[in-house]
């Protein structure tokens, strides 16, 4: 069971973690006598500066220098591990057929607008078609191979009740706004949307005297709102104090029911508007109201510490061997969620947008 989720964001993320590409003669290290080539080594590792880099880091400074060699550490691992995971896929015999990896990349092409769009997010992720087929292809080995491994663990009634009574602490739901917004953008250096600061502002003025004439907010955030997140819904959202950049956090809970900003507000996103249209008590969620979200969750993370389990084994029989004098004394990396699964597999897969988003903020 494979589902792709949110176009470029999680399927390219995911392809940078799992691409093994590139050939080469000199190996950073080998694997039950499989090579990672240097090549292939320092594609993957780009990739991933890459990644960083859009989050701003500066491996030009020493603490960048710092992280560029856990980095380093990182992607050697990752690839170690993903090696061994894909040898014990061939040999378990739940390698794709060649198919079975046109039609999955098919079924992607046709996410996007066109043919054209599609080879175009490739480009921006220093990929080409053939680099994302055999991504695809080791993407449905691994998943598969997680099927396979996972198949008969289950959750009974009472573990979803035990688990339930022994983490109330989680289950008590802080207190919530419901709230929109009209997002106005300015040229910023991760974005060009060709206004300024200044200009961004006047016209999220200009949209606050509407509102203040009996415009509807939700329709002029249809119409008006640069959010590719919200706008469609009226720009609705509901969070949590947390969930949001601090200085939109701060103006939506200190607004009452029916109100908006009477003056924009600038966050690293560009201006906003607004309003917030209920607020809800916390509360603490009974057994009944979580018991269909536990009857799906703890299969899985039961799946994933399976597969944990699973990995570490044959991790501790295989032979590895890492040639690179530097990276064997590399810094480990700092442990990351669910890096023993199946990378792109759906419940590493955060889907998070590329695009920013109020209600999942760079923190």
């Given at each position: 069971m494979?589902?792709?989720?949110?176009?470029?964001a999680?399927v390219?993320?995911?392809a940078?973690l799992?691409?093994v590409?590139?050939?080469?003669?000199?190996?950073?290290?080998?694997?039950?006598?499989?090579?990672?080539?240097?090549?292939q080594?320092e594609?993957r590792?780009?990739k991933m500066k890459a990644v960083y880099?859009q989050?701003?880091?500066?491996f030009d400074?020493?603490?960048?220098?710092a992280?560029?060699?856990a980095?380093?550490?990182?992607?050697?691992d990752?690839?170690?591990?993903?090696t061994?995971?894909?040898?014990?896929a061939?040999?378990q015999?739940v390698?794709?057929?060649d198919?079975?990896?046109?039609?999955r990349?098919e079924?992607?092409i046709?996410?996007?607008?066109?043919?054209?769009?599609f080879l175009?997010?490739?480009?921006?992720?220093n990929m080409d078609?053939?680099?994302f087929?055999?991504?695809t292809k080791?993407?449905?080995?691994?998943?598969?191979?997680?099927n396979?491994?996972?198949?008969n663990?289950?959750v009974?009634d009472?573990?979803?009740k035990?688990?339930?009574?022994e983490?109330?602490?989680?289950?008590?739901?802080p207190e919530?706004v419901?709230?929109?917004?009209?997002?106005i953008?300015f040229?910023?250096?991760q974005e060009?949307?060709?206004?300024?600061?200044e200009?961004a502002?006047?016209?999220a003025q200009?949209?606050?005297?509407e509102l203040?004439?009996?415009a509807d907010?939700?329709?002029l955030?249809?119409?008006?709102s640069e959010?590719?997140g919200?706008?469609d819904?009226?720009?609705?959202?509901?969070?949590?104090?947390?969930?949001?950049?601090?200085?939109?956090e701060?103006a939506?809970?200190s607004?009452?029911p029916g109100?908006?900003?009477?003056?924009?507000v600038?966050?690293q996103?560009?201006?906003?508007?607004?309003?917030v249209?209920?607020?809800?008590?916390?509360?603490?969620?009974t057994?009944?109201e979580?018991k269909?979200?536990?009857?799906?969750?703890l299969p899985?993370q039961k799946?994933?510490?399976a597969?944990a389990?699973?990995?570490a084994?044959?991790?501790?029989k295989?032979?590895?061997?890492?040639?690179?004098k530097?990276?064997?004394?590399s810094?480990?990396p700092?442990p990351s969620?669910?890096s023993?699964?199946p990378?792109?597999?759906?419940?590493t897969?955060?889907?998070?947008?590329s695009?920013?988003?109020?209600?999942?903020?760079?923190?």
């Amino acid at each position: 069971m494979y589902k792709l989720k949110k176009l470029v964001a999680s399927v390219l993320t995911a392809a940078m973690l799992a691409l093994v590409a590139g050939c080469g003669s000199n190996a950073v290290a080998t694997v039950n006598g499989e090579d990672i080539t240097k090549e292939q080594f320092e594609r993957r590792l780009e990739k991933m500066k890459a990644v960083y880099k859009q989050n701003g880091a500066n491996f030009d400074t020493e603490q960048g220098k710092a992280m560029l060699k856990a980095i380093q550490k990182q992607v050697l691992d990752g690839m170690i591990e993903e090696t061994i995971l894909l040898q014990e896929a061939k040999k378990q015999g739940v390698l794709p057929s060649d198919a079975d990896v046109q039609k999955r990349v098919e079924e992607t092409i046709k996410k996007f607008e066109s043919k054209e769009k599609f080879l175009e997010a490739l480009k921006n992720y220093n990929m080409d078609e053939k680099e994302f087929a055999e991504w695809t292809k080791q993407n449905l080995a691994l998943d598969a191979l997680y099927n396979k491994v996972t198949a008969n663990i289950k959750v009974t009634d009472e573990e979803i009740k035990k688990y339930y009574e022994e983490n109330k602490e989680q289950f008590k739901q802080p207190e919530q706004v419901r709230a929109r917004h009209i997002l106005i953008k300015f040229d910023t250096q991760q974005e060009k949307v060709g206004r300024t600061e200044e200009q961004a502002k006047k016209m999220a003025q200009d949209l606050i005297k509407e509102l203040e004439k009996g415009a509807d907010f939700a329709k002029l955030a249809k119409e008006k709102s640069e959010d590719p997140g919200s706008k469609d819904n009226g720009g609705e959202y509901t969070f949590s104090r947390g969930q949001m950049v601090q200085e939109f956090e701060d103006a939506a809970f200190s607004l009452k029911p029916g109100s908006f900003t009477k003056e924009p507000v600038k966050t690293q996103y560009g201006y906003h508007i607004i309003k917030v249209e209920e607020r809800i008590p916390a509360k603490e969620r009974t057994f009944e109201e979580v018991k269909g979200e536990l009857a799906l969750q703890l299969p899985m993370q039961k799946k994933q510490e399976a597969f944990a389990k699973y990995t570490a084994e044959l991790k501790s029989k295989a032979k590895i061997e890492i040639k690179d004098k530097e990276l064997a004394a590399s810094p480990a990396p700092a442990p990351s969620n669910g890096s023993q699964l199946p990378p792109g597999h759906p419940s590493t897969s955060g889907g998070s947008s590329s695009a920013p988003q109020p209600a999942k903020p760079a923190q």
